[in-house]
């Protein structure tokens, strides 16, 4: 799909989607890379290329510069919120969208210029509106690239101006040897960083607890507490990896049988989920979050 991702001298605007945060962005700057003729570690200093995302905000509230792709992904996850003393602000500001427009107005060095948003669901209102306005106005030959996991996390009116493209897989679902394996097949970034962060022994034990709380014996307040202390972000997803994991396994063991009460449980569990992560980025309480969701299991 990323073949329709084409630069020539007509400005074309592109919405590239995946819930696969690092694939998305490599992909993309692989492409551009080899139609500017320059290096992956160069490719954000290059005076044609404009990229931004969630913003770094220093002591006095100055937007110092956006995350990388790498850092996004980290805090994503919930492995940081700040960049040495720089905390990582939750939303794409208009001076940052103000900043991107006057690049625009700017002659290219050579042929052409590119303007890359990554995580572009993160643009606050006014960002949103003055994107919109800056891709119906641009006249420089400047196509526009915007990351992000759906085409429905944008507003209409922005996604009708650009080409969609998705390059989430349709591969046939693989067999997996257990949940670690699972897990890290669907987040792959965190398989290469596994080691730093321990991340093998937090799934085993989050699996232990989940499963605990099913069993009601474990007291879903204490577990809570753990899972505070770990992280609410990446406890989410791997809670959503791990009812897709024993729902698949459930069903393919009982076709012939009735289905047990648990997987109604579960599914309802992972209705909700979305709703839980929009909660998340309004910094609702953790605590608050994964005091309910352990009950819940535990129901």
Same mark, same amino acid.
């Given at each position: 799909m990323i073949?329709?991702?084409?630069?020539?001298? +007509?400005?074309?605007? @592109? /919405?590239?989607?995946?819930?696969?945060?690092?694939?998305? @962005?490599?992909?993309?700057?692989?492409?551009?890379?080899?139609?500017?003729?320059? !290096?992956?570690?160069?490719?954000?200093?290059?005076?044609?290329?404009? @990229?931004?995302?969630?913003?770094?905000?220093?002591?006095?509230?100055?937007?110092? =510069?956006?995350?990388?792709?790498?850092? /996004?992904?980290?805090?994503?996850? =919930?492995?940081?919120?700040?960049i040495d003393s720089n905390r +990582? =602000?939750?939303?794409?500001?208009?001076?940052?969208?103000?900043? /991107?427009?006057?690049?625009?107005?700017? !002659?290219?060095h050579k042929s052409k210029k590119i303007v890359i948003i990554n995580n572009v669901s993160k643009m606050n209102n006014e960002a949103s509106s003055a994107l919109l306005k800056t891709l119906e106005e641009v006249t420089s030959n400047c196509s526009f690239i915007l990351l992000c996991n759906s085409s429905n996390d944008v507003h209409e009116t922005i996604r009708s101006r650009c080409?969609? +493209?998705?390059?989430?897989?349709?591969d046939i679902e693989a067999i997996h040897k257990d949940f670690n394996d699972y897990f890290y097949s669907k987040h792959e970034f965190l398989k290469k960083i596994s080691e730093e962060y321990n991340?093998?022994?937090? /799934?085993?034990?989050?699996?232990?607890?989940?499963?605990?709380?099913?069993?009601?014996?474990?007291?879903?307040?204490?577990?809570?507490?753990?899972?505070?202390?770990t992280g609410v972000k990446l406890i989410i997803e791997v809670i959503?990896? @791990?009812?897709t994991f024993i729902t698949k396994n459930i069903i393919s063991t009982n076709l012939k049988n009735k289905l047990p009460a648990d997987l109604k449980k579960l599914s309802n569990i992972y209705e909700k989920i979305p709703n839980i992560k929009t909660n998340i980025s309004m910094n609702i309480s953790s605590k608050y979050l994964l005091n309910n969701l352990s009950i819940e299991l535990a129901t």
């Open positions: 073949d329709q991702l084409i630069f020539d001298d +007509i400005s074309r605007n @592109y /919405l590239v989607t995946s819930s696969d945060i690092s694939k998305r @962005y490599m992909l993309t700057t692989e492409k551009l890379c080899k139609f500017m003729n320059i !290096s992956s570690e160069n490719i954000l200093r290059n005076p044609d290329i404009k @990229y931004i995302c969630q913003p770094k905000i220093d002591k006095s509230g100055k937007i110092v =510069g956006s995350i990388s792709n790498h850092d /996004l992904l980290l805090n994503h996850y =919930g492995l940081i919120n700040k +990582i =602000g939750n939303e794409i500001t208009i001076n940052q969208v103000r900043d /991107l427009i006057s690049f625009t107005q700017i !002659s290219a080409q969609t +493209i998705s390059i989430d897989s349709t991340l093998d022994n937090m /799934l085993v034990d989050t699996v232990t607890q989940i499963e605990g709380l099913l069993n009601k014996t474990n007291d879903p307040i204490e577990i809570a507490n753990i899972w505070d202390k959503c990896a @791990y009812i």
